[in-house]
């Protein structure tokens, strides 16, 4: 499952968009709660939690929070109500409508320098979020996330550990309904330099799915990459990667990689992550070679607008198949600009494949699934003060699935209000 790592940070070997995006309420419908925002080195932006903050120009003429050591807490609550005319993920003529209420309120603790990251901090955060369906009463929910990082920086060595923790409800793509799940990830990265332009990085991680009724998995990897830096804004690197991911009632997988990996920052407003290299798989006395890449594109083009694209392919274990395995490939691009004043408008796209195949030397039973989810958002924020914004939006998606009783169709109308404390 090191593929849901993909959104924690963009500078990581996993740089891709959240698991079924195209899908879940929690990051599509339910975008004004998806806190802390992402800075354009693609870190969770803490900083921005706190308003009011002065900003001192970095050496490109950037204006950049000045480094911060004291300890700080913030507070959010963020409602929202949707129309959805296909709440259960029905196949066509079966769909079921209903109202849907949101409610989320955000606590948000730093120490340390957590936005420059050029000294040691620590993030914590816990999203609860109360789901109420107005009709199908027993869908209702309560659902928790919680998550935490901390950082050491050295003259030649940093450290960074993050964590985190979910309770969830919301579909995904592989099973097309609303399934009760949790969510365990976790990852630490280590830099070290050997001079100015040469370094080591090495990464270690371990994630676990937990399903209330299909099948678990869990999944380990580590990987060590030597660096160069190539100039000042570019950094390369070629690495080696071992894993292994553990289907419920499948076969264990092994896997080793060939990776490579770019970083890249042209000014301090606009950068680049990119991974990719080649998956060599064993299990059930089988074996197989993938593809696998991730893309982060992040940047203010100009001042007003924003656009971020995530682009990315690995491999995962299906819960509705419990022996089978899937690779996923994904694309999703947001575009915000402001419109004068105190509005922005919003839209947001994304493409999802799932192509299936049995675990390497075994018999599965999706029978060669394939689906093709997408997914289109716009959204018009309305800011009313510093720290109030309310936002309107409209959801369209789809999936289509060589087995049509995972096709469906979506159509949710909604709005949200923010309120930060």
Do not use: C
């Not at 935490?148 to 097309?176: M, N, Q, W, Y």
């Not at 493409?351 to 018009?380: C, I, Q, T």
């Not at 510093?386 to 409209?394: H, T």
């Amino acid at each position: 499952m090191a593929i849901q790592e993909m959104a924690s940070a963009w500078g990581g070997e996993e740089a891709m968009p959240s698991p079924d995006l195209a899908l879940s309420e929690a990051g599509v419908a339910f975008d004004a709660f998806d806190q802390p925002p992402v800075g354009v080195d693609g870190e969770p932006d803490w900083e921005s939690m706190f308003r009011g903050d002065p900003v001192e120009a970095d050496g490109f003429g950037t204006a950049v929070p000045p480094a911060r050591f004291g300890s700080r807490f913030a507070f959010e609550l963020a409602t929202e109500v949707t129309y959805d005319d296909n709440i259960l993920y029905s196949p066509p003529g079966e769909e079921v409508e209903d109202v849907v209420f949101r409610i989320r309120p955000g606590l948000f603790f730093t120490t340390g320098d957590a936005e420059r990251r050029e000294f040691s901090f620590a993030a914590l955060s816990y999203r609860p979020t109360g789901v109420v369906f107005v009709d199908l009463g027993d869908e209702s929910s309560f659902d928790h996330d919680l998550y935490a990082e901390f950082g050491h920086r050295g003259p030649k060595l940093d450290v960074t550990l993050d964590a985190g923790f979910r309770t969830l409800s919301e579909a995904t793509v592989d099973v097309s309904q609303r399934t009760d799940r949790q969510e365990f990830d976790s990852k630490v990265v280590m830099e070290y330099g050997f001079g100015a332009r040469t370094g080591l990085r090495a990464e270690a991680g371990y994630s676990l799915e937990d399903y209330k009724v299909f099948a678990d998995n869990d999944e380990w990897h580590a990987d060590v990459y030597l660096t160069y830096n190539v100039g000042a804004k570019t950094q390369l690197g070629v690495g080696y990667g071992v894993g292994g991911l553990n289907p419920e009632q499948g076969d264990r997988q092994r896997y080793q990689r060939a990776l490579g990996r770019l970083d890249w920052r042209a000014t301090g407003k606009i950068g680049l992550a990119a991974w990719g290299g080649a998956d060599f798989r064993r299990g059930g006395g089988a074996s197989e070679t993938t593809s696998v890449f991730g893309l982060e594109l992040n940047g203010q083009l100009r001042e007003g607008t924003v656009l971020r694209v995530s682009l990315g392919r690995d491999i995962d274990a299906s819960a509705l198949f419990g022996s089978e395995t899937f690779v996923r490939t994904a694309v999703v691009a947001a575009l915000e600009q402001r419109l004068g004043g105190r509005f922005t408008g919003v839209i947001e796209v994304g493409y999802e494949d799932y192509d299936y195949a049995a675990d390497p030397g075994s018999a599965g039973g999706s029978g060669g699934r394939e689906d093709k989810a997408w997914f289109v958002r716009p959204a018009l924020r309305y800011q009313l003060r510093e720290d109030l914004s309310a936002e309107v939006f409209y959801v369209f998606n789809e999936n289509d699935s060589t087995l049509d009783p995972l096709d469906f169709e979506r159509n949710q109308f909604g709005a949200s209000v923010r309120y930060d404390f």
